[in-house]
Each structure stands twice: as C-alpha cells, then as structure tokens.
C-alpha cells in the first residue's frame, strides 16, 4: 500500500479538504505510521455498595498495550469477550480518558487534550459499531443522520450538504432518494451502510471498526467487507479492525494483534500469526475457530480449554493465561512473559510466552503443573 | 421410521402490514440419534419452523403434518404438548441468560422440570439429579453451583445449564436453536464438542438451528438450507459442502472469508433477503440469483432430487448436472484442507491427548 496521501481523492468536491489538525509536521516524522500506541493502561474503578461508595478494586481492561497503525494498512484486533479490545479501541478514539500511556496520532500526542484540542482530531477518527440498530438515532432522518458530521464541525450546509450527504450515500451503496427515510426503514446491512457513511462524512485517516460485521448475515457480511475493502482504497484510510472472528480479520488485516485479559498475547504480519502462532492461546483461539469444511473439521484436532476467561478485576498471577493454557508451568504463574520476538520469527513478530510454540516441537514431553485445572 | 417426518408445514402470522409467510411448505425428516442442520439468514423461517413443532408460535396460522414417534404434534392440545414439551422435544435457546429464570437457583430450575413432568420423584432426588447432571456438562463444583443464581454464572456456564436442563429428563430430540452465538470461540467449542459428546452418549436426535456453516460443517449429519420459508437445498453434509447445486447454498458458501482466499475479493450474494409479505413472483431467490432463467421469474421450483441417491434435492430449475463448487472455489477448499490449518495447534491438542496429566485441559 502507497496510500501516504493524507486525505484521500474527493468525489464531486462538495466537501472541502479536511484541514490537518494543528501543524501537521508530524506526519513525514514517523514515516508511514499513522497511529502509535505506548504502553497504553485503561484501569475502571469498582466502588463499594452504599452512599459514599469507595474504590474496592480495579477492572483491569486494558493493562500495558502497545500497537502500531500503518497508514492505509488494516490492523486486526482479536480476542474473545472482556478481552479489553472494545475499550482499547475506545481509548484510542479519545472517547474516553486513559489512565497511563500515549496515543501518538499522525505525530501528535492526543492521548490528554482538552475537548477543544481533541476536536479537530476527532474529525481524523470515526468509529463504526457493531449494533446497526443501537447506533443510528430511530427518530432522526438517514439524511440528517449522515449530514451531522458537518453540521458539528460546521462544514457545508443547505444544499451543499444535502449533495454531499447523497453522494456519500452513493459511495456506500444506499440509494440517495432515500435521504428522508427512517433508519427503521432499512435493513442491517444497509444501516451499516448508513455508520459507514456517516463514519466517513468528514474523510477520517481513520476508522475504528468494532465488530462492524458481526451482526450481519454471512451474504450480507461479505458485501459490506469488500464494501470496507474499496473504502480503504479509495479514500487511503487506515482500519483498526475489532472483531472475534478469525477468519474475517484473516481476511481484511495486514496485521494482527491478538489479546487476552488487557495484554498482548501475540502481535505480528498475519501470516505469521496465522500460520505458525507462538502463543498457545492464539494456537487455541485459531483451531477452535469453525471452519466451514466438513473435511478440514474433521481432519482439525481442536484444543479445548477449561473454563472461562478470568475476571479482569482479579487477574491471574504471572503469565495471565496460565490457568488455562495447556503448556504451562511454574515459572508461568510466577512471572509475567515479556513480549518479544522469539527465535526464527520475523522481527516484528512478537509474542509474550515463556514456553512458545515451537513449529517443529514435539509437545508430548511437556508437563503440565499441578495448579493447572482453574476454571473460573 | 424416522423419529420426526414433517410435512409440507406452512406457517403464516396476520400482521396489520399482510401476511408474514414465515414457513411455506417444508419438509424434512428427522431421524434417531442424528443430528439435522437448518441454515439460513435472517428471517428465513429456520425459528418459526422449529417452534411450531412444539406449539410456540401463538397467533400464526399452521398447517401441514408433524409426526414425532407416531403423534402428529400440529393441532394436538395444549396439555398433551405439556407432555411432548422437554419430556420428549427439549429446546435450547440462544440466548441462555433470558431463557433461564433470574430470581431462581439454578439448580432448582432443573429440579423444578424433573418435578414437572414425573411427581414420583421426590425433592431431594430431583435436586441430586441436578447435581448429577451439571457435573455432567461439565460445570466445576456442581454441588456448590446448583445453588447459584443465574447471573453468578459466566455465558459459557449457562448454556451448559441449559443443556443440563435440555437432558434432564433424556429426551429423544433437542432442538438447539443458535446455541453458542453469543458465545465466543474457545467456549463455542467446548459447548459443540459438549453436545457431540452427550448426543452419542445418549442416541440423542437434533436438530441444530444456525446462520454458521462453520457450526454445521462441525457436527451435522444432514443440512438443510432454508431460504424465504422454504428448503432451498437438503443434503448430508459432505454434498451441501462440495456438491451444492442451490445457487444461494453457493453463494452462502463463497461468502464465507476463508483463508486461502485471504486478502482477495469475497464474493457475496447481491441485493437483500426478500420481505415474507410481499415475495417475489416465481422463484424467491431469483432477484439475487446469478443464474436467473425466464421460467424462474414465474415458477416457483420445489425440492427435486439432484443426485442418483435421492436424497441430495434442490429447489431449483438448473439441471441435476448444475451441482458443484465453481472451480476456483472447489480449488480454494482443496488448498485449504491441504495446507491443513495451523500446525502447531494440531501438535498441542496431540500433546494434551497423550498426556496423562493434562486430562484436565479436556473436557472428559
């Protein structure tokens, strides 16, 4: 991918060019990295019962991540529910406030902004959701909904926007007659549609997509991925995609990022992390995925793990996923695996384990310790 | 015999806006200890059809024959299908937290559908049966857990509670509707491989209702591919998967991201699922059908078979000879289950096989 253009070609010209944020001079620093993450902790307070509730403990969703977004690349985000991957992405978009660590977008540290520093950034980041039901207004007109963009940052009005708004409408696939219609008058897929275009009204660098296609069915759930596909192509724009499928993340990502209980379990090049994972829990994750192959399910020798995933407010000790994990041992209770490229991997391929996976390893040796069991 | 034959069912619901034709004339059978895939999208009449068999579709108009060992259950009254209901048919539901009673014990609400339908058995030994039967499906402890609420189990636990309940009085069909779609991947697979166990242990006949070819591909026998209320395609699973002849069982299958196929083009089936109200004339897949013929805007095709064993059958008008993947997909898959998936995974699950001590990361 080329797409170092920070704003992508604009259709019809209606819309006038995002202007960059403050100077701008970050950008050519850091090459082609759009977004960096450092170290990033997201910790919610738990209050006690009672009239003046204080702090009995901490969830702690997001514990210590680190992510690098390339420009017009897709980063996959993957990991099961409570994983942290939703307030991650969150915390990203500066919808809410980060309890330690950076968020550097397009060079600039946005991660403690007043709202009136962060406004111009949030024309840079839009999200799109999972529930097209739950995220459109059921009162408001399609039209209206898309145009609001402009409206808040005060971009086109009247008949302007009207012309932007249809023709971005256009550019997702909705029919721009249907400006006056309720959302209520649309299916799932086109609502998406709908998030889509109002998600790129502004021409964002770019979108968090948080499970935008796990609520669809399966024929409607291509459309709009090769739909998400052109976009990105077209408009240059960089996805953080969020999703528990792995096939689908498979299928849009040039990276992935695995996560389990707020940490990286493994990041890296898909392939890498597809073909040979190092972390037994993305190894787990990958073959408990169902593939649609009655011969590949069959010929799949699948790892069943005990139990659930831990509360976050109390997380396990050491490696997080020791009590689950079918490879650990003592060391794994006690110290937590930093995350690093182990040997043979490409240097961006990096996992936190003390005892990877090896590719050619012969596994039947390995022990297992006694406190192993943990289902929750 | 089979266990379930039903026939030519239609279902339709009076709405102020028309009538829904939620299910126009399916039939399927179900035979003893096998277990039946009904895929579809959205609104295409796989709940309603299901439920109609055990009288939950209040307001809708139904018609058609239903015969469950020897009873047809379509039109027979409430208090016999009290009976039919969980002794015989047990269903479980998507979403476990709703279809389990949050101001009650868990363990009591098994208790309370063994008391249900034999009085004979005492309080105390239905509640030891609860136990028993959570132990089970797998739940850690179930002696202390029969006496939680349903919120102080995780998602994963409450739909083994459902399948303990779903077993508790053995009976001779589960219908699971969607049951691990709000789940995630390492727990949808303990509940699969659950249901794979507890079926073969108990002969137990199912009929697994589902939007994800990934599900049935995993444990179906037989699939049958629903579309607009009506079946689209009926196959054993190996045929619906390599010899699909319905261009939407097709077009379902090549929509499916699918690693070999990483970073290419999906190729999705057009347009939108049509309104039960008002359906299209002749075929109801024809508007979104990439093989469209004259005959098909006007007639409506019904299951004919499309292989030399009679039971592969098709709803559609392309020849016998249609049936296949497109050869780059059929090319796809072969690459796929060639290349095998991961390796490492294969190797740990060998290892968590051999070792004595791991028994514990499987679920026995």
């Not at chain 1, 528990?244 to 990041?267: F, I, K, P, W």
């Not at chain 2, 303990?190 to 994800?212: E, K, N, P, S, V």
Request: proline content about 7%.
């Amino acid at each position: 991918m080329t797409g170092t253009e920070a704003t992508g070609p604009q259709p019809g010209g209606a819309i006038p060019a995002a202007a960059p944020p403050a100077a701008g001079n970050g950008a050519a620093a850091d090459g082609d990295v759009l977004v960096q993450v450092h170290d990033l902790v997201k910790y919610f307070p738990v209050r006690g019962a009672g009239l003046i509730s204080r702090t009995v403990g901490q969830v702690q969703a997001v514990d210590g991540v680190s992510l690098t977004l390339r420009r017009g690349q897709t980063l996959g985000l993957v990991g099961e529910t409570g994983c942290g991957k939703s307030t991650l992405a969150r915390c990203i978009a500066g919808l809410i406030p980060v309890t330690s660590g950076q968020v550097i977008f397009d060079g600039h540290d946005i991660t403690r902004l007043s709202r009136r520093a962060m406004r111009p950034f949030r024309r840079e980041i839009q999200m799109i959701f999972q529930d097209p039901y739950g995220s459109l207004n059921p009162r408001r007109r399609v039209g209206s909904i898309i145009g609001d963009p402009f409206a808040v940052h005060n971009i086109a009005s009247g008949a302007d926007r009207k012309k932007a708004v249809q023709e971005m409408m256009e550019r997702v696939g909705l029919n721009p007659e249907h400006y006056n219609r309720f959302p209520a008058e649309f299916s799932g897929g086109q609502r998406q549609r709908i998030g889509l275009a109002r998600a790129l009204a502004l021409r964002p660098k770019l979108i968090i997509a948080d499970e935008p296609v796990s609520a669809l069915d399966v024929s409607i759930q291509a459309q709009i991925l090769n739909l998400l596909a052109d976009l990105q192509h077209d408009f240059g724009l960089t996805y953080l995609f969020i999703a528990h499928d792995l096939e689908v993340v498979r299928h849009v990502s040039n990276q992935v990022t695995v996560m389990y209980l707020g940490r990286v379990a493994e990041q890296g090049p898909k392939d890498p992390v597809y073909d040979t994972p190092r972390h037994p829990y993305t190894a787990a994750l990958l073959s408990a995925a169902p593939a649609a192959d009655p011969d590949a399910a069959a010929a799949r020798q699948r790892i069943i793990l005990t139990g659930d995933v831990p509360s976050p407010i109390n997380p396990p000790s050491g490696c997080r996923f020791h009590p689950r994990c079918p490879k650990t041992q003592d060391l794994c209770s006690q110290q937590d695996p930093p995350l690093e490229t182990k040997p043979g991997d490409p240097p961006d391929h990096k996992t936190a384990c003390h005892y990877p996976v090896q590719p050619h390893e012969n596994l039947t040796t390995s022990n297992k310790s006694s406190s192993g069991g943990g289902a929750a | 015999m089979s266990l379930l034959e039903v026939r030519d069912l239609r279902v339709s619901f009076p709405t102020a806006d028309g009538v829904v034709r939620a299910v126009r004339g399916v039939s399927f059978d179900v035979d003893a200890g096998r277990t039946i895939g009904i895929v579809g999208e959205s609104g295409s009449g796989k709940t309603v059809l299901t439920q109609t068999l055990l009288g939950l579709t209040a307001g809708g108009q139904v018609s058609g024959q239903a015969v469950f060992d020897g009873t047809d259950l379509i039109g027979l009254g409430e208090e016999q299908l009290r009976r039919v209901r969980g002794a015989q048919i047990a269903v479980i539901f998507q979403d476990p937290l709703t279809s389990l009673h949050p101001l009650y014990k868990v363990g009591w609400q098994i208790a309370e559908m063994i008391r249900a339908h034999d009085k004979s058995v005492s309080k105390k030994q239905a509640a030891q049966r609860a136990v028993e039967l959570l132990g089970r499906v797998g739940i850690p402890q179930p002696a202390q857990r029969v006496k939680d609420y349903p919120h102080q189990f995780s998602g994963g636990m409450r739909q083994r509670a459902m399948i303990a309940m779903a077993l508790s009085l053995e009976p001779k069909l589960i219908i699971a509707d969607e049951p691990t779609t709000a789940l995630d991947a390492t727990v949808q697979a303990q509940i699969l491989d659950l249901l794979l166990r507890l079926q073969q242990d108990f002969g137990t006949a199912m009929i697994m209702i589902t939007h994800d070819l990934g599900v049935v591909a995993d444990i179906a026998d037989d699939v049958l591919v629903m579309y607009a209320g009506r079946a689209a395609e009926v196959a054993s699973k190996r045929d619906i998967f390599y010899k699909p002849h319905h261009p939407y069982t097709k077009g379902l299958l090549e929509s499916i991201p699918n690693s070999s196929a990483a970073g290419g083009r999906l190729r999705p089936i057009t347009g939108q699922p049509p309104s039960l109200i008002n359906l299209p004339s002749g075929c109801a897949f024809h508007p979104r059908c990439a093989y469209v013929m004259d005959k098909c805007l006007t007639d409506e095709p019904s299951l004919t078979p499309v292989a030399q064993d009679g039971f592969h059958r098709s709803a559609c008008w392309l020849p016998a000879s249609a049936a296949g993947l497109s050869a780059e997909a059929e090319d796809q898959r072969r690459r796929t289950v060639g290349e095998g998936r991961s390796v490492a995974a294969a190797k740990i699950a060998e290892a968590i096989a051999k070792s004595p001590e791991a028994e514990g990361s499987v679920i026995a």
